[in-house]
């Protein structure tokens, strides 16, 4: 580089010193014989490959105990009958006792969790990928407070569904709407309410899920469509979005696996010990499979005789579980096919 | 388009000769004045004045890092994107200062297009990569957008080896028609001005030699600049060239010039081949 002078060179002292440290190596080693003989004997590989593959078995067998134990004490007691009627003030009744208003609310309230989950969860990932700026303290509260939403316990939430969404947004409902009404309508746990509360528990999953299927699209992709004069939301609805799109239901899955089988936060905010009608209103009560799991086994006068329809009713709420997340992943496969089809 | 005239310019904006005697070609459509870009506390780009001609193919030389890419970047305001950017002086184009107020980076972008160093086509088919563009400048009919997208990758010389197929993955093309693909993109929102990043550095020579005859052959309708590393492209096909070292503009002038008479001595011991 003729212009400009060459870098200086560095302190002779300090050469002087590397060499020196470099000789000394050199001097102070031996030599080697050629021998390629393990001195470990492989042991250390056996171990730790012994231990990986132990603690993968105990996961699968404390699984297949699980599922085994629900199966064969289940299966018994599921029923077409059982799955298809209602309790009929018979819920400890092994004859008479049916799941099918459980199931329905539990359902309901998942697919009303989902649609409230998805959207906010959606639009909160986008701003803070998109457009956030990634090292401001704004941005880093709001990671934090994600993340610290995912550490909340869940009774923790249902007291928080109990205090905001039931006395404060629904009473507040009721004084606009019905001011001097008897009944509050609103201002009760109700399926709406329950479904929210849900949606709070499980923003984390869908937020955390979708950033991370955002930010795994190439820079190029945004870049590209900006450069031919797109507007940020042009890109993001047309280009970004549709590439999330599988990340985001992934969120989705996760989402509902978790908030199936809660029951606290249902438990103050909209779950029913028992109703003689399935609910018809966003604001009606409802039954729910993992609340009744919960009343079979603690309220039941005859622990012996109700436990196989206790047991039928977990294999019922396991079976709910594997059958949402299932058509979950059905659509994310069709979703996936679609997309590969263009790559 | 008016010559925008250098008189009222506070400082001295280098506007090299011309190499052809073409009156049409004789305006000067992009023009930088005392230009200076900070990342945070870096300075990337130090008091750039040049003028780039228009329909003229101007390619931006240096060393990595030297600054050329994000002069480029400028010209669009792609930079805009990127946090902690500070810049001070001016960037006309056509006369109008791309930083004022009133300028929406988004219409600048509709007539200012960029290709890109890693070719970018979006996760979709043929005919909607470029259907996408058209549909952002409301273009709306099938017929005419069938018709635009025909015109465009014939323009790009890619028609003919993807005209059975447009309605299959941009990305099962290979890289080099992949970056056509993005080049007639580019060129099918007809933007007067093409912005070009080293756009055939991750291509083979068969494929280069394709993106290069491409370049010569837009030179008639729009304004090109190119950022490229490799000399004998830029010999190849630019009419001007400008060689940038740590963020300053060492020389500018006609290509010829540059590459057999070059005024400083950074410049030839550059394109020579002895440093950088």
């Not at chain 2, 193919?57 to 990127?82: H, Q």
């Not at chain 2, 952002?136 to 465009?152: N, P």
Request: charged share 20%; hydrophobic share 45%.
């Amino acid at each position: 580089m003729p212009a400009k002078s060459p870098p200086p060179e560095p302190a002779f002292e300090a050469q002087l010193g590397r060499r020196r440290r470099w000789k000394l190596l050199i001097a102070k080693q031996e030599t080697i014989p050629w021998s390629f003989q393990s001195t470990t004997f492989g042991l250390d590989s056996k171990v730790f490959t012994g231990l990986t593959a132990l603690a993968t078995v105990l996961i699968l067998a404390i699984l297949a105990v699980i599922l085994g134990n629900v199966l064969v004490s289940g299966l018994p007691g599921l029923s077409w009958r059982f799955l298809t009627s209602g309790t009929e003030k018979d819920m400890f009744d092994v004859n008479k006792a049916g799941v099918m208003p459980m199931i329905l609310g539990t359902a309901a309230r998942v697919i009303l969790m989902t649609i409230f989950v998805i959207p906010i969860g959606v639009i909160t990932a986008v701003y803070l990928t998109e457009y956030a700026h990634a090292t401001s303290a704004f941005t880093r509260v709001i990671r934090g407070a994600v993340n610290n939403l995912a550490g909340v316990p869940s009774i923790v939430f249902g007291l928080f569904g109990l205090g905001f969404f039931i006395n404060y947004v629904g009473g507040n409902m009721d004084a606009l709407f019905r001011p001097g009404a008897a009944e509050p309508v609103w201002g009760k746990p109700a399926i709406l309410w329950a479904s929210m509360t849900l949606a709070v528990m499980t923003l984390p999953v869908v937020i955390v899920a979708t950033e991370e299927s955002l930010r795994a699209i190439p820079p190029g992709l945004r870049e590209a469509s900006l450069a031919l004069g797109a507007t940020k939301l042009e890109t993001i609805i047309k280009i970004v979005l549709p590439q999330a799109l599988p990340g985001i239901l992934t969120g989705g899955i996760l989402a509902v696996s978790r908030a199936a089988g809660e029951v606290a936060p249902i438990l103050f905010t909209g779950a029913a010990y028992y109703m003689a009608t399935l609910p018809t209103h966003l604001y009606d009560q409802f039954m729910d499979l993992g609340y009744h799991v919960f009343i079979l086994s603690t309220q039941s006068p005859n622990i012996e005789k109700t436990r196989p329809i206790l047991y039928a009713t977990v294999l019922a709420l396991l079976l709910l579980t594997f059958t949402l997340n299932i058509v979950a992943i059905l659509v994310r496969a069709r979703m996936r096919k679609k997309m590969r089809a263009l790559h | 388009m008016a010559d925008t005239g250098f008189a009222n310019l506070k400082f001295k904006t280098i506007v090299p000769a011309l190499p052809v005697e073409d009156p049409t070609r004789n305006t000067s459509l992009i023009v930088t004045d005392a230009l200076n870009l900070h990342y945070g506390e870096a300075q990337a780009l130090k008091s750039i004045s040049m003028s780039v001609r228009e329909r003229m193919v101007t390619a931006l030389i240096g060393p990595s890092g030297c600054g050329k890419s994000t002069l480029l970047r400028c010209f669009n305001r792609m930079n805009d994107l990127i946090d902690h950017v500070r810049i001070t002086g001016s960037v006309k184009i056509g006369g109008q200062d791309i930083h004022s107020r009133d300028v929406d980076a988004i219409e600048l972008r509709k007539r200012v297009g960029m290709v890109f160093q890693k070719s970018n086509p979006f996760p979709k088919t043929i005919h909607e990569n470029i259907a996408y563009a058209l549909r952002l400048h409301g273009m709306k009919e099938k017929a005419e957008l069938d018709e635009a997208v025909e015109q465009s990758l014939r323009n790009a010389a890619l028609w003919d080896e993807v005209k059975d197929r447009l309605y299959t993955s941009a990305l099962g093309l290979s890289g080099g028609q992949q970056q056509r693909l993005c080049i007639a993109r580019a060129i099918a929102i007809q933007p007067e001005i093409i912005l070009m990043d080293e756009p055939a550095s991750a291509l083979d020579p068969i494929a280069t030699g394709r993106v290069e005859d491409l370049i010569l052959d837009l030179k008639k309708d729009f304004t090109i600049v190119i950022v490229t590393h490799n000399m004998q492209q830029a010999a190849r096909i630019s009419d001007y060239t400008a060689f940038f070292y740590l963020g300053e503009l060492i020389e500018y002038d006609t290509t010829n010039k540059i590459f057999t008479n070059p005024a400083k001595k950074q410049t030839e011991d550059y394109v020579t081949g002895r440093f950088g």
